[in-house]
């Protein structure tokens, strides 16, 4: 058997000094080539921390206790910076929240979409434009010439999110990485965001991490899912079982919690008290018995 | 309106954006008129010697202290009068042009390069670089500047270098707590986590992805700083301690004017009204690319 395309192992996280608040308890999973997995959990439940650990970018004052994080077999935590830079800036790449701060506004599109092929793959300009240009193509921009060329700041939210999605294919990586791709955009301009991201994902037969708080899009895009609360794996599996037949009381207030067009009637329950009290008192326990370990 | 909307679903065009932003730089009143005056004193000092009357060192000891134009006694030779040595007012204004401009664009540019440089460092790496240039600029500021300017020229003797060294060691601090400031929120921007995501080295982000877009704050300031420049060089002129005194300078004609200022007030007023119009136009180009360029005020 192939080593998986990402495998996370007993992950925990905290933040602050000395023991610090726990973010990522005990934190597993596991992404095979091509496979679209899902991040899903609500606001703290440490779904973009898991992202920013694997991308070596979490913010000051967050730490990771224990754990691997291999790709394709190699284990990032103990490469040195360096050479970690070389394997991420190469095969991982990041689909970020904002499309409209993640350009530079003082850069044209053509200087930035062509930094990853100079960079990594030594390519002239030229060559990298072209290559791009034809990205650009691909992920449906009318007129990818003038787009090139144009600052930022002329494109709309959906335009630049487009440019984001080819500037994160441009070097084929493995892994892609959308944290929450669709939330800063209008939801008719998500649904084409989504099939995009999924049309890309299958042509290139990249593996892709989807962080998001919405069960629907998970139900759209994702293979298998992992669902998180207060930084712990509460259910993990197939999306076709985990929808159909949820066996975490937490995922099945949150898909009570869903708005269902077919049943307008029912739906938007809010998880109920004694729901978040199972979960706590999961980790509750959970946290005893780290503490008896350790 | 509706070409608005059409603007938002179609890129616009590049030439179209970059000529914006020269309308938008012209459009403001403040730049037309500070640019216009620094283009044309920039002309005189190129063109010195050829527009001067007179050589500015020749003295004419039997026409001195002849008042200006429209003034009794005035003699049609000399525009704006003579000095108490004879010597033509107009070309020395002319010629300390040249001195003037030479210190406002070399001086302010060396202290935007130091200033820049530290500020960026210290805005984007933090911790123990941001405390020593922190601490720096503020034990700095606890200085008077025009002392320990002229501190710095009486230890590095007195000529146009050590002028400009001086302005620029002193007022570095200027920029480089603005640039701080813009860098540090640069940094929190999301491009910049995407580019080390991408895998860029810390000094290509700040030099490549922060430093564009400090740059607009940069212009305006730098414009400014020329203008302080101007006057620090003709108060070390005026104290003596700018160029050797055969060289003709604003802050020199001050000096001089002042001691004859009863028998003469034009060879005391004349360079200070050069001063303060030169002074002026440099704030006001300053202030208008600073509004003109600011991408908040833009809208």
């Known amino acids: ?294 | 309106m509706a070409e608005a909307a059409l603007a938002k679903a179609e890129p616009a065009s590049p030439e179209r954006r970059d000529r914006g932003v020269l309308r938008a730089v012209l459009a403001e009143p403040k730049v037309v008129f500070g640019g216009s005056f620094i283009l044309l004193l920039i002309a005189v000092a190129l063109s010195a010697p050829m527009i001067a009357p007179h050589d500015p060192l020749e003295q004419d000891l039997m026409s001195g202290t002849l008042p200006p134009h429209g003034f009794a006694g005035a003699s049609p030779d000399f525009l704006f009068g003579t000095d108490d040595l004879g010597r033509d007012v107009l070309s020395r204004l002319i010629f300390g042009s040249r001195i003037a401009l030479t210190v406002a664009f070399v001086a302010a540019s060396l202290a935007a390069l130091l200033g820049t440089l530290l500020g960026l460092l210290a805005g984007y790496f933090g911790k123990m670089t941001d405390i020593v240039v922190s601490r720096l600029i503020e034990i700095w500021m606890a200085f008077p500047p025009v002392l320990l300017s002229i501190l710095v020229v009486a230890i590095m003797g007195s000529g146009v270098g050590s002028v400009i060294a001086a302005i620029a060691i002193i007022d570095w601090t200027r920029f480089a707590r603005v640039v701080r400031a813009e860098t540090m929120a640069q940094a929190q921007a999301d491009y910049v986590t995407a580019a080390r995501t991408l895998g860029f080295g810390r000094m290509t982000i700040l030099f490549r992805e922060i430093l564009p877009n400090v740059a607009p704050l940069l212009l305006g300031l730098v414009t400014l700083e020329m203008g302080i420049a101007v006057i620090v060089e003709a108060i070390l002129s005026f104290v003596g301690l700018s160029v050797s005194s055969d060289t003709p300078t604003w802050g020199g004609m001050i000096a001089q004017g002042r001691q004859i200022i009863y028998q003469a007030w034009w060879v005391f007023a004349l360079p200070l009204v050069a001063l303060f119009a030169t002074v002026l136009a440099f704030n006001q180009l300053g202030d208008g690319l600073r509004r003109a360029l600011d991408p908040v005020m833009q809208r």
């Open chain 1, 1 to 294: 058997m192939t080593a998986p395309l990402l495998a996370i192992s007993h992950l925990g996280a905290v933040s602050g000094r000395g023991i610090g608040v726990p973010i990522l308890r005990d934190v597993s999973l596991e992404i095979a080539h091509g496979e679209t997995h899902g991040l899903v959990g609500e606001s703290g439940a440490g779904k973009s921390t898991i992202a920013k650990a694997v991308l070596g970018i979490l913010p000051h004052g967050i730490r990771l206790t224990k754990g691997r994080i291999e790709l394709a077999g190699r284990d990032l935590l103990s490469l040195d910076a360096r050479a970690r830079r070389e394997l991420l800036g190469a095969e991982v790449a990041l689909i970020p929240q904002d499309p409209l701060t993640a350009l530079n506004p003082g850069r044209r599109i053509e200087t930035q979409l062509t930094d990853g092929l100079i960079l990594w793959r030594g390519q002239a300009f030229k060559e990298a434009r072209r290559r791009m240009l034809a990205l650009l193509e691909e992920v449906q921009i009318r007129e990818p010439e003038r787009v090139m060329r144009a600052y930022p700041h002329e494109l709309s939210g959906g335009m630049r999110q487009r440019v984001l999605i080819a500037a994160a294919f441009g070097l084929e990586p493995k892994l892609v990485i959308a944290d929450e791709p669709t939330t800063a955009l209008d939801v008719t301009v998500q649904k084409q965001i989504l099939r995009l991201i999924r049309a890309m994902q299958a042509r290139h037969g990249t593996g892709v991490v989807f962080v998001t708080h919405d069960l629907g899009v998970v139900a759209q895009i994702c293979d298998r899912a992992t669902l998180l609360y207060m930084g712990k794996v509460m259910e993990q599996g197939r999306v076709a079982t985990l929808l159909e037949a949820p066996r975490h009381p937490y995922t099945q207030a949150l898909m009570a919690a869903c708005p269902r067009y077919d049943r307008p009637g029912q739906g938007l329950e809010p998880v109920p008290a004694s729901v978040f009290a199972t979960c706590r008192a999961e980790i509750a326990a959970f946290d005893r018995a780290e503490a008896g370990h350790g």
